[in-house]
């Protein structure tokens, strides 16, 4: 069965402190991963894709087949970076559905 | 940046009335627009997938007389909550994929149901 694991639901850091946001899949296909993030009061955007292997606001993600894993990380949280962060499977077919993880709020602390 | 504007933002209704909650892509077609639920502080649950011209494809435990969805358009997919009950009570939540966009999914703002 496909499935998205963010084991955190909250993370706390202090601003500086490096981060980093667990993600695990599980899908048969060849994954396609993604990272979403809510800000407070905003809509759910797109931060990362792994096949585009670009940085974002500080943020990047590895894809790891072997451990099945898509973590985001950042060297040195911003308060600014404070949102709800969801990391996404993309489901392969003629739609190519989004299935979302739980979620984890990143609360970056001054 | 491509925009997916949803209405209502927030809607409350009586037990047993139905709601419309429309999705419109505003500056691109989307063949293929997404239904999530979202629960407080839960993560967002497809519903179905609207297929632009074609009913839509519900996921398993989605009752598909309960959520009517509507794609009659390129630019328009609707979801009515029939018959609706206080456990209907959600946030809503549409996004559109834009083709011509890596197809990148964007999303709308969302619509908080409240049924009395």
């Known amino acids: 069965a496909q499935r998205v694991t963010q084991p955190e639901k909250l993370l706390s850091v202090f601003k500086g402190a490096p981060v980093e946001l667990k993600c695990n899949y599980s899908?048969?296909?060849?994954?396609?991963l993604f990272w979403y993030v809510q800000y407070s009061r905003q809509r759910l955007q797109l931060l990362l894709r792994?096949?585009s292997r670009e940085s974002i606001k500080g943020f990047t993600a590895d894809l790891n087949k072997g451990e099945t894993s898509f973590h985001l990380k950042k060297p040195f949280a911003q308060e600014e970076d404070s949102a709800m962060y969801y990391c996404?499977?993309?489901?392969?077919?003629?739609?190519?559905?989004?299935?979302f993880g739980q979620g984890t709020t990143l609360q970056v602390k001054p | 940046g491509a925009v997916v504007s949803q209405h209502p933002s927030w809607v409350i209704c009586k037990s047993g009335t139905s709601v419309k909650i429309e999705c419109r892509s505003l500056?691109?077609?989307?063949?293929?627009m997404f239904w999530y639920r979202q629960f407080p502080k839960q993560s967002l649950m497809l519903m179905a997938t609207s297929n632009e011209g074609s009913k839509a494809t519900y996921e398993q435990g989605v009752e598909k007389d309960k959520f009517l969805i509507n794609h009659a358009s390129l630019t328009l997919s609707t979801l009515t909550v029939t018959s609706a009950h206080p456990e209907d009570s959600s946030f809503y939540i549409c996004s559109a994929r834009d083709w011509q966009l890596n197809e990148k999914l964007f999303f709308g703002s969302g619509t908080q149901l409240s049924v009395l």
């Open positions: 500056d691109f077609q989307a063949t293929t």
């Open positions: 996404a499977l993309r489901i392969y077919g003629n739609t190519g559905k989004l299935i």
């Open positions: 899908y048969s296909g060849s994954p396609e």
């Open positions: 792994h096949i």
